[in-house]
C-alpha cells in the first residue's frame, strides 16, 4: 500500500459520507510487526483499507472499532504477549500474539458526528440543507428527479444523491447519529420512506406534511401492521410550530426541533 492509494480511498469513502475512523500506530516497543505509521481506514459497513502488522492485534482493532463506534479519538495498547502479565491498565489490551512487543494505537473518527439525509431536494429540502450545512451538520440532499440533483447548489449540501426512493441504503448511513427529514415532491413517496426508515438506528426522524396528511399516513401505516411505538418516534408534523411559511422559515423550525432533541432541552 502506498500513501496515494491510502489517501484516494479515503477520499472516495468520504465522498459517501461513510461513518468511519482512521487507526494509526503511534509507538512501538520490542519486538513486533507493527511499526510506527502503519495506518488502516475502518468503514462501518465497507471493507477496511491499510495495514496494522496483521494478527490478532489488527483483527481486534477492527472489530472493537465497529463495535464501539468511538466519537471521540481514543488511544490504546496492545501487549503482545500470550500471557498478559503486568497488566495495570485497563486501556492495555493483552494478546494471544507471542511476539512479546507493545504497540500504541491511536484511532479517530474521520466523519462529523451530525449527519442530516433530506430525502427530497426542492425548495424546502435545499433551504434546510443550506441552513444545515451553517450548523455543522454533514449534509446529503436525496431526489428521483436527476435535473434537481443536477442543479444544486454546493452550499446546499456535502453530497446529492439521485435514488429511486427503493434504495436508499446506498444513500443513508443508519445510526445513532442519522437525522432524516423526509419531505418528497409532492408527497408522493413520504409513506413509502417513512415506511422504509421506521425500522433502521436514527437520532431523529422526522416527515413534512399538515396534521390530517400525517393522521391519515399513520392509519394507513397501522393497517399494516406497522406499531404505534415505532410511530411514535417520528415528528410529525415535523418542526417546532413558530408559523413557518417559506422554505427557510420552514427550515429554521425543523433545526430548531433537531437542534433542541440533540441537546436535550424540552420544547
Known amino acids: 500500500m502506498n500513501n496515494k492509494d491510502y489517501y484516494t480511498r479515503l477520499y472516495e469513502l468520504n465522498q459517501k459520507s461513510c461513518l468511519m475512523w482512521q487507526a494509526l500506530i503511534v509507538k512501538v516497543q520490542g519486538s513486533t510487526p507493527a511499526r510506527s505509521g502503519m495506518k488502516m481506514i475502518i468503514p462501518l459497513y465497507d471493507d477496511e483499507f491499510g495495514n496494522l502488522g496483521g494478527g490478532e492485534m489488527e483483527h481486534y482493532i477492527i472489530n472493537f472499532t465497529r ?35 507493545i504497540v500504541t494505537v491511536f484511532i479517530e473518527p474521520l466523519y462529523q458526528v451530525k449527519k442530516l439525509f433530506v430525502i427530497g431536494a426542492g425548495h424546502c429540502g435545499r433551504a ?22 443536477e442543479s444544486l447548489a454546493e452550499d446546499m449540501c456535502d453530497a446529492a444523491y439521485l435514488n429511486d426512493y427503493e434504495h436508499l441504503d446506498v444513500a443513508i448511513v443508519f445510526d445513532h447519529n442519522a437525522h432524516i427529514v423526509i419531505m418528497t415532491h409532492g408527497h408522493v413517496h413520504d409513506k413509502g420512506v417513512l415506511e422504509f426508515c421506521l425500522d433502521k438506528e436514527y437520532a431523529y426522524l422526522g416527515m413534512i406534511g399538515s396534521k390530517q396528511k400525517v393522521a391519515q399516513t399513520f392509519a394507513n401505516l397501522k393497517d399494516k401492521g406497522i406499531s404505534e411505538e415505532l410511530l411514535s ?10 408559523g413557518s411559511q417559506t422554505p427557510y422559515e420552514i427550515a429554521v423550525s425543523i433545526m430548531a426541533e433537531m437542534i433542541a432533541l440533540d441537546r436535550r432541552v424540552e420544547t
Open 128 to 149: 434546510l440543507g443550506h441552513l444545515a450545512k451553517l450548523c455543522g451538520f454533514q449534509v446529503s440532499l436525496i431526489d428521483n428527479r436527476k435535473e434537481i440533483i
Open 67 to 101: 463495535k464501539e463506534k468511538p466519537e471521540k479519538p481514543i488511544v490504546r495498547t496492545f501487549l503482545l504477549s500470550d500471557t498478559g502479565e503486568g497488566v495495570k491498565d485497563p486501556e492495555e489490551t493483552p494478546t494471544a500474539m507471542i511476539c512479546g512487543g
Open 233 to 242: 418516534k417520528v415528528h410529525a408534523p415535523i418542526g417546532l410550530p413558530i
